[in-house]
Nanobody, 117 residues
Framework: QVQLVESGGGLAQPGGSLRLSCAAS????????ARWYRQTPGKQRELVAG???????TYAASVKGRFTISRDAPRNTVYLQMNSLKPEDTAVYYC???????????WGQGTQVTVSS
């Protein structure tokens, strides 16, 4: 059974950087879309960034130019590099993968990111 394990969250100062990782414990195949979402209390989960199996990427307007999504296929790992962090980036970040090989949608458990001085 595939599980997504996120890491890299924590406390950062405004203007700082963090890199989130999302590692799949099992095989998700080589044809999948991966996305990072975030959620704050009382708000709906929002899409932050996504990478398609083609390699095409998409970003929320609020993070474009500051965040970069990437993946390491041999390691079954997806990353979110977050630079120039702002207090409004504070949220629980979730990794999501849809595997076309497995025809399954997977979610990570979430990792807290707090941006504060």
């Amino acid at each position: 059974q595939v599980q997504l394990v996120e890491s890299g969250g924590g406390l950062a100062q405004p203007g700082g950087s963090l890199r989130l990782s999302c590692a799949a414990s099992g095989s998700i195949g080589n044809i999948y879309n991966a996305r990072w979402y975030r959620q704050t209390p009382g708000k709906q989960r929002e899409l932050v960034a996504g990478v398609l199996t083609t390699g095409s990427t998409t970003y929320a307007a609020s993070v474009k130019g500051r965040f970069t999504i990437s993946r390491d296929a041999p390691r079954n790992t997806v990353y979110l590099q977050m630079n120039s962090l702002k207090p409004e980036d504070t949220a629980v970040y979730y990794c999501n993968v849809f595997s076309y090989n497995n025809n399954q949608n997977y979610w990570g458990q979430g990792t807290q990111v707090t941006v504060s001085s």
